[in-house]
């Protein structure tokens, strides 16, 4: 059983960064690939970025690549989502979620899933 929980949302404008926290329970977290998640009012989740439990392959969105870095830091048990050069349109509900399938960017191999953290990018 793993638990998920983030931190470091907030309100920034268009341009600014924000760092998104993902802190885990349980002491098999380098087990887990981790991801993050998407979800904007009236749209479905969607994948943003994924990191391999060894922190070696990583993987990430179109939309977002070139300005998120996830990163993960298994001493602490936290992976990390570095977002810079926000746009209006990133802003949606942050997820993160562990898989013990592996990197992966389907959400259906993913089998916890953190409350969520809101990120709202002003214009």
């Known amino acids: 059983q793993v638990q998920l929980v983030e931190s470091g949302g907030g309100l920034v404008q268009a341009g600014g960064s924000l760092r998104l926290s993902c802190a885990a329970s349980g002491r098999t977290f380098s087990s887990y690939a981790m991801g993050w998640f998407r979800q904007a009012p009236g749209k479905e989740r969607e994948f943003v970025a994924a990191i391999s439990w060894s922190g070696g392959n990583t993987y990430y969105a179109d939309s977002v690549k070139g300005r998120f870095t996830i990163s993960r830091d298994n001493a602490k048990n936290t992976v990390y989502l570095q977002m810079n050069s926000l746009k209006p349109e990133d802003t949606a509900v942050y997820y993160c979620?562990?898989?013990?399938?592996?990197?992966?960017?389907?959400?259906?191999?993913?089998?916890?899933w953190g409350q969520g953290t809101q990120v709202t990018v002003s214009s």
């Open positions: 979620a562990a898989s013990l399938t592996g990197v992966t960017t389907l959400n259906y191999e993913y089998d916890y």
